[in-house]
C-alpha cells in the first residue's frame, strides 16, 4: 500500500483548523504558523505566540499536535513555541517609545495591595519570556523599591534616566528621588513633569510591557497618565468588603471616562485558609466578581490572603518568584497570563 506524501501544503491546510482560544481565528490566518518541515514522517511546527505568558499555550500545541498527526503519514509531531508581543496601536506623542504596551494598575483606595500585584504582575511577565518594565507612579507611597528589593537606582548616561533591574524587570520609582520617610507634596504641574519624564527621559529599552502602579484614588497623576501616556489597558485592585469595592468602583469609572480599556478586576486578599483547610473570609468575599458582572468587565480572580506575600515582599522577592508553587504565586502568574491574553486580542482586532 503506497504511504501518503506529507507535504507542507498539506500540514498548512489542517493547520487552518486549529483555533486560537482566546482571539477565536486560526492561526494560519493569524500569522502564528511561522515554518513547517517536513523530515520523514517527522512534522516539525514553529509556532509565534501573541504574548510568552499565553494562559493557553499548553492547549494549542496539543491542538497541532492532535491535528497534524491524524494526517496520513505522520508518526510525530513536534511543536516549538516561541512568542512576540503585538504593540499597541495607541502611541499618542511617543511614536519615539520602543514600550509596546503599559498597563495601568489601580484601586480606589489605599491599602489593597495594589503595589504588592504591579510587582508581581511584573515579575510574573517576566518570568515567562516578556521583556517587562515597573513604573512606581505611587507619589503617595512608592514602595515598589522596598518590594523588588532595590536600594537606588543607577547614575544617569548620555542624559537618560537608567532604570534600576530587579527580579528581571527594569525599575523606576518616586520613591528613588526622594529621602526615606520625606513626604511628596505634589500637584498639578510638577506631577505632569514628573509622570512625562519617567516616560520619555527614562532608557527603558525595547518593553513589551510597563506596569505603572498608580496611586489610590483617582487624581492628579492619573489624569497626568491618562492624558500623556498611550495606556493600553487599566487593571483595577479591589477587596471584597463594600467599602473597598465602592472606591474601586470610581477607578473603574475613571477608566471608562478616559476611553481607556479595562483588563479586568482582581479580588486581593480573599480568604486565609486555615491549617485544617477552611477559608476564613476576614473581609468577606464575592465583593469583586460582582463588582465585574456589574460593569460587564472581566473577573480575573482572587488572591488569598496568605502571609508570606507580605514577608516576601518585604524581603523584596515577589512571591511568584521566592514561591511559584504556593497558591497565591499560582494564581497571580494565572492572572498575569489573562492580562496579557487580554491586550493580544485588543491589539490584534
Same mark, same amino acid.
Given at each position: 500500500?503506497?504511504?501518503?506524501?506529507?507535504?507542507?501544503?498539506? %500540514?498548512?491546510?489542517?493547520?487552518?483548523?486549529?483555533?486560537?482560544?482566546?482571539?477565536?481565528?486560526?492561526?494560519?490566518?493569524?500569522?502564528?504558523?511561522?515554518?513547517?518541515?517536513?523530515?520523514?514522517?517527522?512534522?516539525?511546527?514553529?509556532?509565534?505566540?501573541?504574548?510568552?505568558?499565553?494562559?493557553?499555550?499548553?492547549?494549542?500545541?496539543?491542538?497541532?499536535?492532535?491535528?497534524?498527526?491524524?494526517?496520513?503519514?505522520?508518526?510525530?509531531?513536534?511543536?516549538?513555541?516561541?512568542?512576540?508581543?503585538?504593540?499597541?496601536?495607541?502611541?499618542?506623542?511617543?511614536?519615539?517609545?520602543?514600550?509596546?504596551?503599559?498597563?495601568? %494598575?489601580?484601586? /480606589?483606595?489605599? /491599602?489593597?495591595?495594589?503595589?504588592?500585584?504591579?510587582?508581581?504582575?511584573?515579575?510574573?511577565?517576566?518570568?515567562?519570556?516578556?521583556?517587562?518594565?515597573?513604573?512606581? &507612579?505611587?507619589?503617595? /507611597?512608592?514602595?515598589?523599591?522596598?518590594?523588588?528589593?532595590?536600594?537606588?537606582?543607577?547614575?544617569?548616561?548620555?542624559?537618560?534616566?537608567?532604570?534600576?533591574?530587579?527580579?528581571?524587570?527594569?525599575?523606576?520609582?518616586?520613591?528613588?528621588?526622594?529621602?526615606?520617610?520625606?513626604?511628596?507634596?505634589?500637584?498639578?504641574?510638577?506631577?505632569? #513633569?514628573?509622570?512625562?519624564?519617567?516616560?520619555?527621559?527614562?532608557?527603558? #529599552?525595547?518593553?513589551?510591557?510597563?506596569?505603572?502602579?498608580?496611586?489610590?484614588?483617582? #487624581?492628579?497623576?492619573?489624569?497626568?497618565?491618562?492624558?500623556?501616556?498611550?495606556?493600553?489597558?487599566?487593571?483595577?485592585?479591589?477587596?471584597?468588603?463594600?467599602?473597598?469595592?465602592?472606591?474601586?468602583?470610581?477607578?473603574?469609572?475613571?477608566?471608562?471616562?478616559?476611553?481607556?480599556?479595562?483588563?479586568?478586576?482582581?479580588?486581593?486578599?480573599?480568604?486565609?485558609?486555615?491549617?485544617?483547610?477552611?477559608?476564613?473570609?476576614?473581609?468577606?468575599?464575592?465583593?469583586?466578581?460582582?463588582?465585574?458582572?456589574?460593569?460587564?468587565?472581566?473577573?480575573?480572580?482572587?488572591?488569598?490572603?496568605?502571609?508570606?506575600?507580605?514577608?516576601? /515582599?518585604?524581603?523584596?522577592?515577589?512571591?511568584?518568584?521566592? &514561591?511559584?508553587?504556593?497558591?497565591?504565586?499560582?494564581?497571580?502568574?494565572?492572572?498575569?497570563?489573562?492580562?496579557?491574553?487580554?491586550?493580544?486580542?485588543?491589539?490584534?482586532?
Amino acid at each position: 500500500m503506497q504511504k501518503t506524501l506529507v507535504t507542507n501544503e498539506l %500540514v498548512i491546510d489542517k493547520l487552518k483548523t486549529v483555533m486560537d482560544p482566546e482571539l477565536h481565528k486560526d492561526l494560519v490566518s493569524l500569522g502564528m504558523i511561522k515554518s513547517v518541515t517536513i523530515d520523514g514522517t517527522k512534522v516539525n511546527v514553529t509556532v509565534e505566540l501573541t504574548t510568552p505568558a499565553c494562559p493557553l499555550k499548553n492547549k494549542i500545541q496539543s491542538d497541532i499536535v492532535n491535528t497534524v498527526s491524524s494526517i496520513a503519514g505522520v508518526d510525530e509531531v513536534v511543536v516549538e513555541m516561541t512568542a512576540r508581543v503585538p504593540p499597541s496601536s495607541n502611541k499618542s506623542d511617543f511614536e519615539e517609545l520602543k514600550i509596546k504596551n503599559i498597563i495601568a %494598575v489601580s484601586s /480606589g483606595k489605599g /491599602g489593597v495591595g495594589k503595589s504588592t500585584l504591579s510587582a508581581n504582575i511584573a515579575v510574573s511577565l517576566s518570568m515567562a519570556g516578556a521583556n517587562v518594565g515597573l513604573m512606581d &507612579a505611587d507619589i503617595y /507611597g512608592p514602595n515598589i523599591p522596598t518590594m523588588m528589593g532595590i536600594a537606588q537606582m543607577p547614575p544617569p548616561q548620555d542624559g537618560k534616566l537608567i532604570p534600576a533591574e530587579s527580579h528581571g524587570v527594569k525599575v523606576i520609582s518616586i520613591g528613588f528621588l526622594v529621602k526615606d520617610g520625606q513626604p511628596l507634596i505634589w500637584r498639578g504641574p510638577l506631577l505632569h #513633569g514628573t509622570i512625562k519624564q519617567f516616560i520619555v527621559d527614562v532608557d527603558w #529599552g525595547e518593553l513589551d510591557y510597563l506596569v505603572v502602579d498608580l496611586p489610590p484614588g483617582t #487624581g492628579d497623576v492619573q489624569l497626568s497618565l491618562s492624558q500623556h501616556i498611550p495606556i493600553t489597558c487599566g487593571v483595577v485592585i479591589t477587596m471584597p468588603q463594600k467599602v473597598s469595592i465602592d472606591d474601586a468602583s470610581r477607578g473603574i469609572e475613571m477608566f471608562q471616562k478616559l476611553n481607556i480599556p479595562i483588563a479586568g478586576i482582581i479580588e486581593n486578599m480573599s480568604g486565609l485558609e486555615l491549617e485544617d483547610g477552611q477559608i476564613f473570609d476576614v473581609f468577606g468575599s464575592g465583593g469583586g466578581e460582582q463588582m465585574a458582572k456589574q460593569y460587564g468587565l472581566e473577573f480575573l480572580g482572587r488572591i488569598p490572603l496568605d502571609p508570606a506575600i507580605r514577608i516576601n /515582599g518585604d524581603a523584596g522577592i515577589p512571591i511568584v518568584s521566592s &514561591a511559584k508553587d504556593s497558591k497565591a504565586a499560582k494564581k497571580m502568574t494565572e492572572i498575569s497570563g489573562k492580562i496579557a491574553a487580554y491586550i493580544s486580542q485588543i491589539n490584534l482586532k
